[in-house]
């Protein structure tokens, strides 16, 4: 393992292997899971029975015609959406068989429904009718079940109702709070001026540890950036990585010593793809390098010093974590990478140099991190940490597999023992260019599925490191 080059630096610790069956082991012991137990499988084996009723009548054009034709608009609806996902490049993963088979599933819902809507009695149109919108909740339950993204029911709701987060205040608030006591951090929605990159972002998030409320004026404190995935809303690291807990439990060991962290916007919307890059999807690295950084020390009075700052990304915000560092220097120099890419990704190399640089190939080349470190020669003080995953291997294929995982539920989270997707092995290829430039880095790779459950898991791993890297006390026990 290679040194690591910041005063104190404690050796990064490895992180637990995590399935989305064993949240409730590890993170999530609260609320009613929406990836495993009773209420999934409740849901779609409903589902289920309701569509079999639907299915079930007996006239000879049905079984000979309207049936087969509604059965061939199911397979053709989930072919479509399959070559979709795949072509627009949107997952890193593949996505599991259930998926496929329930988007099927509405649309053959929904053209059962029509077919036989003349023939059928009052009763039984109503049940028809029922299937679509219950198809359509158990292809959500698989879906969420593939990337974690809500582990409960009350998450979830959360989400949905746009209830406060937790610790959640406002910026007003603040004042009173000065030269006070603060037990746990505070969490204040900002509206960050995007007058240096014009990128039209949301609310972001600003989590303020008790350390910041000390003393008649903030102490200049460092600084981490928390960039999700490629789906993502600002509050995702706390509502589905639900991250706040160890953050509380760490902070509280640590004397309220933590640094700033920053949940920003890098896509401006759910599904605007921005790999955190500049070009015709928005301005959104230059949202993160010059609007944010200005706002955060001059607002919150945290420190200018790129020793003081650093970026932690999971999955999309892992490659743009990476990406920051080495074009930025001048401004962090530290960063962890959770299971991102070898580089910014919109599909093949050609689909991303259209869709993110507007088929600008040197665009292209200056947001590659490969093509960056190369150009820039040796770096002074930046160090990265990358936890990688690896697939799970099948049931019977003769290895072991790390604690922690459940063949069960092999594929839940896109890894099912399937081909490389372009992640696995990033992190080793790009820590090897790292080490050739002089910037110090670790790779770890665990076994899991690329779920918020194993961004959480790693997040709570690694901030001992990145808390000793920006110069502040790490607790004993970390």
């Known amino acids: 393992m290679p040194v690591l080059t910041a005063p104190p630096t404690p050796a990064p610790p490895r992180t637990i292997p995590v399935d989305p069956a064993l949240n409730q082991q590890y993170a ?11 209420l999934p499988l409740t849901l779609e084996l409903l589902t289920a029975a309701i569509l079999l009723v639907a299915v079930a ?15 061939a608009i199911g397979g053709a609806a989930a072919l ?10 949107l997952a890193s993963d ?31 149109r109503g049940i028809a009718v029922l299937a679509i919108p219950l198809t359509l909740l158990s292809t959500g339950i698989v879906l969420n079940q593939w990337v974690g993204y809500y582990p409960t029911v009350q998450a979830a709701w959360g989400a949905a109702t746009a209830g406060p987060l937790p610790h959640q205040t406002d910026l007003s608030a603040l004042p009173a709070l000065r030269n006070t006591t603060v037990t746990d951090g505070k969490l204040v929605p900002v509206r960050i001026p995007d007058a240096g990159s ?99 020390r001059s607002r919150f009075g945290a420190s200018a010093d790129p020793a003081l700052w650093a970026v932690l990304g999971w999955s999309m915000g892992g490659t743009c974590a990476v ?38 190939a040197d665009a292209f080349a200056a947001f590659d991190p490969l093509t960056v470190m190369a150009r820039h ?41 399937g081909p490389d997707s372009g992640e696995v092995g990033a992190a080793g290829k790009l820590c090897d260019a790292a080490r050739a430039v002089d910037i110090d880095c670790t790779v770890y790779t665990t076994e899991g599925g690329h779920t918020w ?11 001992p490191w990145v808390v000793g890297r920006l110069g502040l006390p790490v607790p004993a026990t970390s």
């Not at 479509?80 to 490049?89: I, K």
């Not at 080495?326 to 050609?350: C, K, N, Q, W, Y």
Request: aromatic letters at 10%.
């Open 28 to 38: 999530f012991p609260h609320g009613i899971s929406l990836l495993h137990g009773w």
């Open 57 to 71: 009548r007996r006239t000879r054009r049905w079984w000979l015609i309207e049936l087969p034709v509604s059965v």
């Open 80 to 89: 479509a959406a399959r070559w979709y996902v795949a072509d627009e490049g």
């Open 94 to 124: 593949p996505a599991p068989l259930q998926l496929w088979v329930w988007v099927g599933a509405v649309a053959a819902a929904a053209a059962i429904a029509v077919a036989g809507w003349s023939s059928a009695r009052w009763w039984r």
């Open 198 to 296: 014009g990128f039209p972002h949301r609310t972001e998030y600003v989590y303020l540890p008790p350390a910041w409320f000390a003393g008649p004026n903030p102490p200049a404190l460092p600084v981490v950036m928390m960039i999700g995935g490629e789906f993502n809303t600002p509050a995702d690291w706390i509502r589905s990585g639900q991250i706040m807990p160890a953050l509380d439990g760490f902070t509280r060991e640590n004397g309220g010593q933590a640094p700033i962290l920053v949940f920003v916007d890098a896509s401006g919307s759910f599904n605007n793809d921005t790999e955190c890059v500049d070009g015709p999807r928005g301005d959104a690295a230059d949202h993160l390098t010059k609007d944010v950084p200005a706002y955060i």
């Open 323 to 360: 990406n920051l560092a080495v074009m930025h220097p001048d401004l962090l120099h530290t960063f962890v990478d959770i299971a991102g890419d070898l580089r910014p990704s919109s599909g093949s190399t050609e689909q991303t140099i259209s869709r993110l640089f507007g088929g600008n």
């Open 377 to 417: 020669g040796p770096y002074s003080g930046v160090a990265g940490l990358f936890d990688d995953l690896r697939p799970a291997p099948r049931a019977g294929g003769g290895n072991r597999r790390a604690p922690g995982t459940d063949d069960a539920n092999a594929g839940v989270g896109g890894r099912h023992g």
């Open 453 to 463: 459950q194993f961004a959480s898991a790693a997040f709570t791993s690694s901030l």
